[in-house]
């Protein structure tokens, strides 16, 4: 579960990339630069598993997942911003990982990391 928060959280940089690469892209000569090309790709397809992922947990599962592994909130913060309950965010937090694993095809058993 820990893998799948990392892979939201990598996913989540390397979309906020595209977009910077999107704006050098228009003050850049077309063709000029080829590893902008690569690098363009990649952050697309970083974006649009982001999103996916994002879109398969749903509202409040993505609401915590969004804020625990993208944004580094604590999760105090992250329920409080919420209007949650105190310690709610822990529970929600574990089965957004549990559906992050099953969607990065990170669920395996023996190897698999806890969290608190």
């Known amino acids: 579960m820990v893998r799948a928060g990392r892979r939201l959280r990598e996913d989540f940089e390397l979309a906020q990339i595209s977009s910077h ?3 050098e892209e228009l003050y850049s000569a077309q063709g000029s630069h080829p590893m902008r090309s ?3 790709q990649a952050a ?8 996916e992922a994002l879109q398969k947990l749903g509202a409040g ?3 915590i997942a969004l804020r625990c592994c993208c944004h580094l909130e604590g999760l105090e913060t992250a329920e409080r911003k919420l ?6 965010g822990k529970v929600v937090l574990r089965i957004a990982l549990q559906h992050l694993a099953d969607f990065y095809g ?3 058993p023996q190897k698999e990391e806890m969290i608190g």
């Open 44 to 51: 697309a397809a970083a974006h649009q598993r982001m999103t």
């Open 83 to 88: 209007g949650w309950p105190a310690r709610s």
């Open 106 to 108: 990170e669920a395996s």
């Open 38 to 40: 690569t690098s363009y």
């Open 61 to 63: 599962l993505s609401d």
């Open 21 to 23: 690469l999107t704006q």
